[in-house]
């Protein structure tokens, strides 16, 4: 069956901080059921020390066979002895093994390694530290998993328990998802506890783009014999496991709440603890199916089918888990159970705003009343004192006739807040009973609703304030993360581009949200820049002027090409309208500590043959002597040089030329060719040469087969015996 779902491939590590948890058999099992569903599946025995992963697969293969075959350690080993070699030229038909299942399901498995007699010698003398540092190490495991993130769909690795070197790569380097599995017990638990947190710390400090690092425990050899322990423990997990678990989704009525819970999510993906499981390497998903839900097969499909989904529609755990497993499986459903709970959430929302309007409605009808009876008094005596002060004037002959008739102002207090509190109930109804909740349009209007509310009705209903922007801030995320993908093109000019001349841009003042996003992705699209941050949070805040978008990327998000800083944090603002035009941008590193770059230098060699009737060795010298000025180049010096008579030598030279050994030394080989052409005139072709000397390049000089100056150089040949490349 060929999985016709279109999803993101993944790494994903199966980790355990002490052994006997059952970490191999479930991925395994996991593998093969993904295997089952359509999926590319490659499966990496990474646990060097203690090797058998092919054990699980006896039945369907010659274990004898795959022992003796490449693995893993071998990889390693190959990069530490050849500097150079490149993921896409390795012979891969001698590492990795291909298993079939009942003539249906076929994965790929990459053992340990060759378990000859220099296999645990290969595994204790491996040193990571000199692999890191003087083989580059780094870079050659991110080119191993951009190779196999290319050739399969999910990469399952595992890993070696406690903490390791390797298994320091496998938690922090290598994975997307990190499954931790552990027993009931202190020691265990609080050990992926801390694998965890240093995981998802380390991955931010690596210096290979990637999305943010997500956690996923579960509890293995769980006994239901003795339910008292067994309540405890899980409630203790179940408390614990939060802060692992920060990816679940929210609900939308409130963004502090999960929509489903840790205990929800563990409950169903706990691996109970069966006898028959404990003796031997089995495939139970084969063996016993995953009808059963007392029986191991039924919860690895539960962790595949969260795992094969991407941790997304994890809410199905609970309420419809075959659609959860059709979703896996790539079939096409209809899932009303998120509808249904997002409309008793929204039914909740609105009972509590009934209930919190209510109250606030009786608290301003009794301010009312009280103002009304102050209001009251204050007229009564000020009657008084006029008809007393009129009475007066009246006897002394000085009356004015018109100060007892005047009216007081009339009771214009009670008349505005009759008025606000109706438009405030107008607001609250309109958005408790629209069911536009989630519609960008909806959301704006109420914006703007919202500040036509009395202070007092906007502090009431601060929680309508909060999730419009939630509302808005889920459709917005995008503008936001088109102009964090353009700042990794170019840093540097990113704080000019919202210059109204801008060539690329046009004018930004004004455009819609939708036009900037448009505007920027056909930029950063053809330029290829990855949307990976490496750790960001997004926070949008509504104000009477429009909203204010917050963006701040912690880690090594500018790394890319330009390798500009080793660690950074960085921040944009924009500010949009109510309309959600652009009105202003702000971009700011908040803390970054610059990579400190080691330039290399190139070796040029000038090679000069006999005839120098045209170029004397004052020129040669006066070109060795331009080209020493430039620290980049160590130069050295071949007067009365003869060519070699091996074609294969990298001294075989049939007219002049400049070679360069790698498309890297190309601009430096321009950089020889112009001095050469500005002290003789003559103009040198270039030649790519590979040749296993770094950074150098020679140059061949010689008057007798001098180039002509005056030919253009594109229509400069070499011999038709030169060796190409």
């Not at 036509?452 to 309508?464: C, M, R, S, V």
């Not at 001349?501 to 820049?529: C, D, H």
């Not at 959600?580 to 700011?588: C, E, V």
């Not at 005056?710 to 015996?721: A, G, H, I, S, T």
Request: aromatic share 10%; charged share 25%; hydrophobic share 35%.
């Amino acid at each position: 069956m060929v999985n016709q779902k279109k999803i993101p491939s993944r790494v994903i590590t199966f980790y355990s901080y002490k052994g006997g948890v059952g970490r191999s058999m479930a991925m395994a099992n996991i593998g093969v059921l993904m295997a089952a569903w359509g999926y590319k599946v490659l499966l990496i025995d990474w646990d060097l020390e203690a090797p058998g992963l092919e054990n699980y697969f006896c039945h369907h293969l010659n274990v004898q066979e795959v022992q003796n075959k490449k693995g893993l350690i071998d990889l390693l080993h190959l990069k530490a002895q050849c500097d150079e070699i490149l993921v896409e030229e390795i012979p891969w038909q001698e590492y990795i093994n291909k298993i079939v299942i009942n003539n249906t399901i076929s994965i790929d498995l990459l053992n340990a390694g060759k378990r000859d007699e220099n296999y645990f010698i290969k595994v204790r003398q491996f040193d990571y530290t000199g692999f890191y540092k003087e083989s580059d190490g780094g870079q050659y495991l991110e080119n191993l998993r951009e190779y196999w993130l290319e050739e399969y769909d999910f990469i399952l690795i595992d890993s070696r328990t406690g903490l390791t070197d390797s298994s320091g790569i496998c938690s922090i380097h290598m994975p997307d998802v990190l499954v931790l599995l552990f027993t009931p017990n202190e020691q265990s638990f609080n050990g992926i506890k801390e694998v965890a947190k240093k995981a998802t710390e380390g991955q931010k400090q690596i210096m290979y783009d990637r999305f943010r690092l997500r956690v996923l425990p579960i509890p293995s050899r769980i006994e239901n014999a003795e339910t008292q322990l067994l309540d405890e423990w899980m409630g203790k997990i179940y408390r614990e496991s939060a802060d692992m678990l920060e990816w679940l989704p929210k609900k939308e009525s409130n963004t502090e709440e999960f929509s489903i819970t840790p205990d929800q999510v563990i409950g169903q993906l706990k691996i109970p603890y069966k006898t028959f499981y404990a003796y031997g390497e089995r495939l139970s998903v084969i063996e016993r199916g995953t009808l059963d839900p007392h029986d191991l097969g039924y919860v690895y499909e539960n962790i595949a089918a969260v795992l094969a989904n991407d941790l997304q529609n994890i809410h199905l755990l609970t309420d419809a888990r075959d659609l959860l497993i059709k979703k896996a499986k790539g079939e096409e459903v209809i899932d009303y159970s998120d509808l249904e709970r997002k409309y008793a959430e929204e039914q909740d929302a609105k009972v509590r705003l009934q209930e919190e309007l209510k109250k606030k409605e009786s608290l301003i009808e009794q301010k009312t009343v009280q103002s009304k009876k102050k209001k009251s008094t204050f007229i009564w005596v000020a009657v008084v004192l006029g008809l007393l002060i009129a009475a007066i004037f009246y006897a002394v002959g000085s009356i004015n006739t018109n100060s007892g008739t005047d009216k007081p102002a009339g009771d214009t207090t009670a008349i505005a807040g009759d008025s606000d509190r109706d438009k405030a109930a107008n607001f609250a109804t309109q958005y408790s009973t629209s069911n536009q909740q989630a519609e960008l349009g909806f959301n704006l209007a109420m914006a703007q609703k919202y500040y036509e509310l009395d202070a007092a009705y906007q502090d009431t209903f601060k929680n309508i304030k909060d999730k419009i922007e939630f509302a808005v801030s889920y459709r917005f995320q995008e503008l936001a993360d088109s102009f964090y993908f353009l700042l990794r093109k170019d840093p540097s000019s990113l704080s000019g581009l919202l210059n109204d001349t801008l060539y690329q841009f046009g004018s930004l003042k004004n455009m819609t949200a939708k036009n900037i996003i448009s505007r920027l992705n056909s930029i950063v699209k053809p330029a290829g820049i990855s949307n990976t941050p490496v750790d960001t949070s997004f926070d949008l805040v509504l104000d009477k002027g429009g909203f204010k978008a917050t963006y701040t990327v912690n880690g090594n998000s500018l790394i890319g090409s330009y390798r500009k800083y080793k660690t950074v944090k960085t921040t944009d603002v924009l500010l949009f309208d109510q309309d959600l035009k652009l009105t202003a941008y702000n971009y700011q590193v908040l803390d970054s500590q610059a990579v400190a770059v080691a330039v290399a230098k190139t070796t040029v060699e000038l090679l000069i043959c006999n005839s120098v009737s045209k170029m004397d060795y004052s020129n040669f010298n006066a070109i060795a002597g331009m080209l020493r000025n430039d620290k980049n180049f160590i130069v050295s010096s071949n007067a009365n040089f003869t060519s070699s008579r091996d074609v294969g030598s990298p001294y075989y030279f049939t007219a002049p030329v400049i070679k360069y050994s790698d498309e890297a030394l190309r601009s430096r080989a321009s950089q020889v060719q112009q001095a050469i052409r500005k002290v003789s005139g003559y103009t040198v072709p270039l030649k790519l040469q590979r040749s296993s000397r770094k950074n150098y390049i020679s140059a061949y000089l010689c008057s007798e087969k001098a180039v002509d100056p005056k030919m253009d150089v594109r229509q400069q040949k070499l011999p038709d015996n030169r060796k190409k490349y």
